[in-house]
């Protein structure tokens, strides 16, 4: 059985800084790529942020400079470290774990449950 469990989520004011963490099980965790989506409302889910079974990173252009992917492959975890949050930045954050064969899709491996971050201004 697959789970990604998220944690870390609250309400901040902007300009702060929040810390999220996605802790993997049922996986192969080093054998997978995982990455941060996040939904606002009455939006798409969009890429955050992923990291490579290896290392290598992506952001998206929104959040590039203020957030940054890290993981642990002996904890089965991911974090996600944001700084300078922006009330733009408030949605649900899903953790994701793929297995990448040939190219990469979230939608072909699993999902977290989500958790809320919310940024006043």
């Known amino acids: 059985q697959v789970q990604l469990v998220e944690s870390g989520g609250g309400l901040v004011q902007a300009g702060g800084s929040l810390s999220l963490s996605c802790a993997a099980s049922?996986?192969?965790?080093?054998?997978?790529?995982m990455g941060w989506y996040r939904q606002a409302p009455k939006k798409q889910r969009e890429l955050v942020a992923r990291i490579t079974s290896v290392g290598s990173t992506n952001y998206a252009d929104s959040v590039k400079g203020r957030f940054t992917i890290s993981r642990d492959n002996a904890k089965n975890t991911i974090y996600l470290q944001m700084n300078g949050l922006k009330p733009a930045d408030t949605a649900v954050y899903y953790c994701?774990?793929?297995?990448?064969?040939?190219?990469?899709?979230?939608?072909?491996?699993?999902w977290g449950q989500g958790t809320q971050v919310t940024v006043s201004s």
């Open positions: 994701n774990a793929v297995r990448v064969k040939v190219a990469y899709d979230p939608n072909l491996g699993s």
């Open positions: 049922g996986i192969i965790f080093s054998a997978n790529v």
